[in-house]
């Protein structure tokens, strides 16, 4: 047979299976329905190329970006960066064979739709859309899942506090090998789970609101790429490094802060992490991470803004530093002290640290009593051979004393009273006054018959009675260890049911103390606002008992510190502590609808006293009272104690109770300047007119040029932004919110501080170094004015041009202010831009920004030379044009004489009883608060 006959039979064989493939290749009707409905979700679904009446996906020709099996199943749809607006169709988990979804880059909305049971998908690429909620049976199911990424959703689950990945994901998915969620709203801690996935190899998490240690699941884990960086939070990622240690296949870690964003974790770095066999690159900057610098081999390692004592890896630090960080690492790395122990020098003058007295360059005094720490003693102390006096009462303490410090030859005092210890008591000298009252736990004693068990919890006396730091008071026996059945104070042998009997005793007198101390429940608390008529500028409360009976307490009756633990009471410079029930009565008990805003540590209330007085409350949310909110808390009482000003919204009180901390201001009924500048169509309020622009930049300036001016206290605000700015009902703005304020240094020199503050209002060296100067204020002010002419926020993803800086509102606006015609463009619409002398006026408010944002501190001006170009603007007078106003009733356009007759005749309506007089109507006249409608001036009256 010849090759054309052989030929023959087969062609159309070929032309059968080919005619069997496309029929087979029909698209499937439920997948096509997905597609429909897809395109029906669109706002724009033209973008996608399919035509609107198709009826066969798979082709041929198939649709655009759709890939299907032979059985007619959609298997892939590749729709990444198409410009694709409007949702996913709730139907979208019937595509059950879809294996690959590439939808990336797309400006998405909405919900995500449930993949419950595409069981076939194992790449699913939904990152940088903008994707708000997200259903509980997500990820139920998926599983052949490998590769999922959410990230860049940053509204996904936002208005609901965010959200984690629910344990399915590690039941449905165990092949998964990727899981990037950066910047998606992840909320709390780390789910444990994660660190179970035996197949995950990338975890990103990063720009998420995560907090609290990284698990111990993670102990060994074969993760080998891992991003934890720049949780955004107020309460962030903290605890040590030492799980990081075991996890042998990493190759690249990141734990930085990038600037604003630190993270908190903390201690040591543990010796393992510099021998991981496989890192490759390892990112730690900007946490609260202490001692030497590891010798990490990893060929990109950075670890800038730490605490570490010695400036290089692999170069060591002083013996006392060590000593001294091993005793931390012992109380679990107590925020304040991470904080203020940094340096290899803990005896550097005027910066040595919190708790550390120092004679001639010697560490002679350890002194944390009543810190708050919890852990055990550490054997270290005993390195540290020049321990005069080491005070730990007053603390959480656990297990033994260590025998190193019976090694302290100097050693004189030793107070570890009133905390959890256990014996035995190691052998000191008789010349060492030692003391352990309040160890109730302490069993180098035998228990008598009626004493109180070894193992029985504290009483309340024993934390609140005695006066922890007090030495002399009843210690154990010291010596040979064996258990007695009495206790000893100062060498003297006492029964143990009379020490006992002296414990309980001290805790009634602190008891009844507490209680005489105490205002009788029911009371309640008037808050008046500080006039600034009144002597020494003091305010007062007024306490109305139950019986209705008064009393005012004037600010200078209790001065100095004074007790935070309840009660109503002044401190120094007038401030005074308000019940937590009246502020709770003032606004509703923190009603929903009383909501200002959300700042700072908390949420921010409006409250209306029963005075009619409004007030604005700060309230710290339970969960981020750490220390280092609480040092906010507490920085910003102090300084608002120093600062007055008609510019600097005023501080009322605070209140403190249990978990509540809660700081009272005067009320802003106009709100944030951001409001009015970025959402004043949300909020349905009319755009700032250029005058009231120019009025709140000069009062601005003024504030701060206050603050840079004090003589003695020369404050930095540190976070000086347009929310950070209110408005009163005059549109005058204030400076508000002082708890990162820090104390300038002289003339033009910086100090070097923690990096905090909002980023787009970083000045570059700050944000480089975390070096500050009062230029640091400068340049913040320089982005508010650039806000407050274009209409645009500091940062904005969104702003067209060539590079990652471009972002930046000072960069970017640098780049355009020299051309006229972007500049006009740059304005924000709402100023018209066509009237010449408001396009001058803002001319010169871009060249003063301008200057204001130079790259170098040097090239900035100071806050003076702002007022000094924005009075001019501002005070520049011209007559109104709209109608004259009406005084009383009058016509000014009548003759003089007519005029005067006029006012006369209305002067005398308001005497004979023709217009009641508010103290005919009400009984008195009510006086004007001060600090609401008008607030303090400085002595030169700005």
């Given at each position: ?82 410009g694709l607006a409007g949702t996913l169709p709730a139907s979208f988990s019937s595509l059950t064979a879809l294996q690959g979804l590439s939808l990336q880059g797309n400006a998405l909305s909405g919900p995500l739709p449930s993949f419950r049971g595409m069981s076939s998908l194992r790449q699913a690429f939904l990152n940088n859309n903008d994707f708000d909620t997200i ?808």
């Amino acid at each position: 047979m010849d090759s054309a006959a052989a030929a023959a039979p087969v062609l159309p064989l070929l032309a059968l299976l080919l005619l069997a493939t496309a029929a087979a290749a029909a698209t499937h009707p439920a997948d096509l329905a997905v597609l429909r409905d897809l395109r029906k979700s669109l706002t724009n679904p033209d973008a996608l190329g399919w035509p609107e009446a198709g009826d066969d996906a798979c082709g041929p020709p198939a649709w655009p970006h759709v890939s299907c099996d032979r059985d007619g199943r959609v298997d892939n749809l590749d729709l990444k960066n198409a410009g694709l607006a409007g949702t996913l169709p709730a139907s979208f988990s019937s595509l059950t064979a879809l294996q690959g979804l590439s939808l990336q880059g797309n400006a998405l909305s909405g919900p995500l739709p449930s993949f419950r049971g595409m069981s076939s998908l194992r790449q699913a690429f939904l990152n940088n859309n903008d994707f708000d909620t997200i259903p509980a049976d997500f990820f139920d199911g998926l599983t052949d899942l490998l590769d999922i990424s959410l990230g860049n959703n940053p509204r996904l689950n936002a208005s609901t506090g965010g959200w984690a990945p629910p344990d399915a994901l590690a039941t449905s998915a165990q092949q998964l090998q990727t899981l990037s969620l950066d910047n998606c709203s992840l909320s709390g801690a780390i789910p444990p789970f994660l660190g179970t996935m035996n197949s995950l190899q990338n975890l990103t998490l990063s720009y998420n609101n995560l907090s609290g240690p990284i698990p111990d699941t993670f102990n060994g884990s074969a993760i080998q790429r891992l991003w934890l960086n720049n949780q955004l939070g107020e309460a962030k990622l903290s605890g040590t490094l030492d799980v990081i240690a075991t996890m042998t296949s990493l190759q690249e870690l990141w734990l930085h802060g990038n600037q604003l964003n630190s993270n908190q974790l903390r201690g040591l770095v543990p010796p393992g992490l510099a021998t991981l066999p496989a890192l490759q690159e390892l990112k730690i900057d900007n946490n609260n991470l202490l001692g030497p610098v590891p010798p990490v081999k990893a060929p990109n390692f950075t670890f800038a803004g730490n605490e570490f004592c010695a400036a290089k890896p692999g170069d060591t630090c002083a013996p006392e530093v060590m000593a001294l960080l091993q005793f931390l690492a012992g109380v679990q790395y107590p925020t304040g002290l991470v904080d203020s122990w940094s340096g290899n020098d803990p005896c550097a003058g005027a910066a040595s640290w919190a708790g550390v007295t120092c004679v001639q360059g010697k560490l002679t005094v350890l002194n944390l009593p009543n810190k708050g720490l919890n852990g055990t003693i550490s054997p270290s102390l005993g390195n540290i051979t020049t321990l005069v006096d080491v005070n730990l009462g007053g603390n959480h303490l656990t297990g033994t004393v260590p025998d190193s410090l019976t090694k302290l030859a100097s050693l004189q005092k030793l107070d570890l009273s009133m905390n959890d210890l256990s014996g035995p008591l190691p052998t000191f000298k008789p010349s060492v006054q030692v003391n352990l009252s309040g160890n109730l736990n302490f069993n180098s004693t035998a228990a008598a018959p009626d004493a109180q068990p070894s193992n029985s919890p504290r009483s309340p006396a024993a934390h609140d009675g005695g006066a922890p730091g007090s030495h002399g008071s009843n210690a154990a026996i010291p010596g040979d260890r064996k258990k007695t059945s009495s206790a000893v104070l100062l060498g003297t042998t006492i029964p143990v049911a009379v020490s006992v009997a002296a414990l309980i005793s001290v805790g009634a007198v602190f008891f009844c103390k507490k209680r005489a101390s105490t205002p009788p429940q029911g009371a309640s608390v008037v808050v008046h606002p500080r006039d600034s008529s009144d002597p020494d500028n003091l305010a007062k409360i007024v306490v109305a008992t139950n019986d209705g009976s008064s009393g005012t307490s004037q600010g200078n009756t209790h001065s100095g510190s004074s007790s935070l633990t309840g009660g109503v009471h002044m401190i120094e410079a007038g401030n005074f502590v308000i019940a937590v029930q009246v502020l709770r009565g003032a606004t509703k008990n923190f009603a929903k609808e009383n909501v200002l805003g959300h700042g700072g540590f908390g949420v921010v209330y409006k409250g209306e006293l029963h005075d009619g007085t409004m007030i604005a409350v700060k309230r710290m949310e339970s969960v981020a009272v750490s220390n280092k909110a609480l040092d906010e808390f507490q920085a910003e009482i102090a300084v608002l104690t120093k600062v007055r000003h008609r510019n600097l919204v005023s501080i009322l009180g605070y209140a403190i109770e249990g978990n509540e901390r809660l700081l009272v201001y005067e009320y802003m009924p106009n709100g944030a300047l951001s409001r009015h500048l970025f959402q004043w169509k949300q909020f349905g309020l009319e755009p700032l007119s250029l005058k009231k622009r120019l009025n709140i930049a000069l009062d601005v300036a003024r504030g701060m040029e206050y603050l840079h001016n004090l003589g003695h206290h020369r404050f930095i605000h540190r976070d000086l932004k347009s929310a950070n700015i209110l408005l009163g009902d005059d549109f005058r703005a204030k400076v508000s919110d002082f708890g990162l304020m820090k104390d300038a240094p002289d003339g033009n020199f910086s100090v070097a501080t923690r990096l905090a503050g909002t980023f787009g209002y970083l000045a570059p060296e700050y944000a480089v170094t975390g070096k500050i100067s009062t230029k640091a204020d400068v340049f913040s002010f320089g982005v508010v004015l650039l806000e407050l002419i274009t209409g645009t926020t500091a940062i904005d993803d969104s702003r067209v041009g060539e590079g990652e800086e471009t972002r930046h509102l000072a960069y970017w606006f640098c780049q355009i202010r020299k051309d006229e015609e972007k500049l006009r463009a740059a304005i924000d619409p709402t100023l018209d831009v066509t009237d010449e002398e408001i396009f001058e006026s803002i001319s010169v408010i871009a060249e003063l920004a301008g200057h204001c944002t130079a790259r170098e501190p040097s090239q900035r001006p100071d806050m003076g030379h702002a007022v000094n170009v924005l009075v001019p603007m501002v005070e520049k007078w011209k007559p109104v044009k709209d109608e004259a106003e009406d005084y009383l009733g009058i016509d000014l356009h009548l003759p003089l004489l007519q005029m005067v007759k006029s006012w006369q005749d209305a002067e005398a309506s308001m005497t004979d009883g023709s217009i009641l007089s508010l103290e005919d109507s009400k009984g008195s006249i009510p006086a004007r608060p001060a600090g609401f409608a008008e607030s303090f001036t400085s002595a030169d009256g700005r």
